[in-house]
């Protein structure tokens, strides 16, 4: 199970290749951040060591001019910039990018649960019926073992591993956000308004989130759980689904 655990001080084990993309950044960032705090500390310890009124009790006043010194000071902090902007430019993008996805997943937004869709398998026969269902908390005293408290659900999402799947998402109310760490997604959910993102799940698992936009009152008990399975596993779960709904 991908969720958080307690006193956790780093990132989950992404599961795709836009989060893995992020925790790369993220320590190519920190690399940058760690050897300008290491000079700049340098330097001021130097500077209190050097210029104080022991050793210098009667200071000197110089008007000088160094030109070389200035375009240096200049160009570094300009190319570390854009040592950093580069790759986290193409990982904007790749965020938004859709690639011809398998299966398309509608995500919708409630005060305080989450409705999903599934209408990639209706056919011309005007019965057929979408899979659709909600998917709330769990209360507290209806956990089994093993299950996580204010993060297990009653409905989970179910996609296939190693496929593209597209997630459109909304809201029916007020603002929400559709988030999952492992997963490396975080998307809002805008009444009257359609989102999308893409996900291509490297490993079958089970990957928890919450609503990440605070929704109300009852914004902490709305959680996120979808479930990566095997294709031959997706098949069989999407035709019980159809099962059921035809048999109504």
């Given at each position: 199970?991908?969720?958080?655990?307690?006193?956790?001080m780093g990132f989950q084990d992404p599961a795709t290749p836009i989060m893995q993309g992020i925790i790369d950044l993220h320590h190519d960032i920190f690399f940058f951040?760690?050897?300008?705090?290491?000079?700049?500390?340098?330097?001021?310890?130097?500077?209190?060591?050097?210029?104080?009124?022991?050793?210098?009790?009667i200071p000197n006043y110089y008007l000088v001019h160094g030109s070389t010194?200035?375009?240096?000071?200049?160009?570094?902090p300009s190319f570390i910039l854009m040592?950093?902007?580069?790759?986290?430019f193409a990982l904007l993008y790749s965020t938004d990018e859709i690639v011809d996805p398998a299966v398309?997943?509608?995500?919708?937004?409630?005060?305080?649960?989450?409705?999903?869709?599934?209408?990639?398998?209706l056919s011309d026969n005007p019965q057929d019926s979408s899979i659709l269902f909600d998917s709330y908390m769990v209360p507290e005293d209806e956990l089994e073992l093993g299950d996580l408290r204010?993060?297990?659900?009653?409905?989970?999402?179910?996609?296939?591993?190693?496929?593209?799947?597209?997630?459109?998402?909304?809201?029916?109310?007020?603002?929400?956000?559709?988030?999952?760490?492992?997963?490396?997604v975080k998307c809002d959910a805008i009444p009257g308004r359609l989102n999308q993102t893409s996900l291509f799940v490297q490993r079958e698992g089970i990957y928890y989130g919450q609503c990440s936009e605070i929704?109300?009152?009852?914004?902490?008990?709305?959680?996120i759980v979808v479930?990566?399975?095997?294709?031959?596993?997706?098949?069989?779960?999407?035709?019980?689904?159809?099962?059921?709904?035809?048999?109504r």
């Open positions: 199970m991908d969720a958080p655990r307690p006193w956790a951040l760690t050897a300008v705090t290491f000079f700049v500390m340098w330097m001021l310890a130097r500077i209190l060591f050097h210029f104080n009124e022991k050793k210098n009790p010194l200035e375009i240096v000071w200049t160009l570094i040592l950093i902007a580069l790759p986290s398309t997943i509608k995500v919708i937004g409630h005060q305080w649960y989450w409705s999903y869709e599934y209408s990639d398998y204010l993060l297990e659900v009653d409905n989970r999402v179910v996609i296939p591993a190693k496929t593209h799947v597209r997630f459109i998402i909304t809201a029916a109310d007020v603002l929400h956000s559709w988030a999952i760490p492992s997963l490396g929704c109300g009152i009852n914004h902490a008990f709305m959680p479930e990566a399975v095997s294709v031959e596993d997706y098949i069989s779960w999407v035709s019980q689904k159809l099962f059921k709904i035809n048999k």
